[in-house]
């Protein structure tokens, strides 16, 4: 069944921004979803507790390529406790949407950023409540990273 993408999906899917690596990042993130394979790197340069710079790399679908497009847009030059703020919610709706069975998508570009962050803070020494981070853990230790029930019904 052929699905229908918003104007920005497409946008960020064939332009997407701040693609790349960054060498000397402060923070690098990587998550992937066991059952479709994809994955996603975020970058992260820090000033000031300032995200200076961000990157990505996905390994994905075109939702997955435009969602992390735009969750970087969406945290480049914000203070890192308010990037840690990012949903995935925020970013479908950056977008105008995404179809129900790409939500999954969304729900990686939220976990790459926060695994960046949180790689970002165990680097730096930062406090941090591990509650944040407790879905990243979690889905870590099943090896299935970002598995949402949304995903269930996809194909
Ligand atoms: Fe898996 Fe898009 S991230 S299909």
């Known amino acids: 069944m052929a699905m229908t993408y918003s104007k920005k999906v497409m ?34 340069k820090v000033k000031n507790g300032i995200l200076a710079d961000v990157k990505f790399k996905t390994f994905g679908c075109a939702s997955a390529i435009a969602t992390s497009s735009m969750a ?9 406790g308010e990037a840690l703020e990012l949903t995935n919610k925020a ?31 165990d680097r730096t020494g930062t406090a941090y409540d591990a509650a944040l981070f407790a879905d990243l853990e979690s ?15 996809s194909t």
Not at 22 to 40: H, Q, W, Y
Not at 101 to 118: D, G, P, Q, T, W
């Open 72 to 80: 970087t847009e969406l945290i480049k030059g914000k203070p890192v």
């Open 139 to 153: 889905e870590h230790e099943h090896g299935d990273l970002a598995l949402t029930e949304d995903y269930s019904s």
């Open 91 to 121: 970013v479908v709706e950056a977008l105008d949407g995404l179809p129900p069975v790409k939500i999954h998508c969304s729900v990686l570009a939220e976990e790459a950023v926060k695994a960046a962050i949180k790689d970002y803070y």
């Open 11 to 44: 946008d960020h899917f064939i332009n997407p921004r701040n693609v790349g690596e960054l060498e000397d990042a402060d923070g690098v993130g990587e998550v992937g979803n066991a059952k479709c394979g994809d994955i996603m790197k975020v970058y992260l």
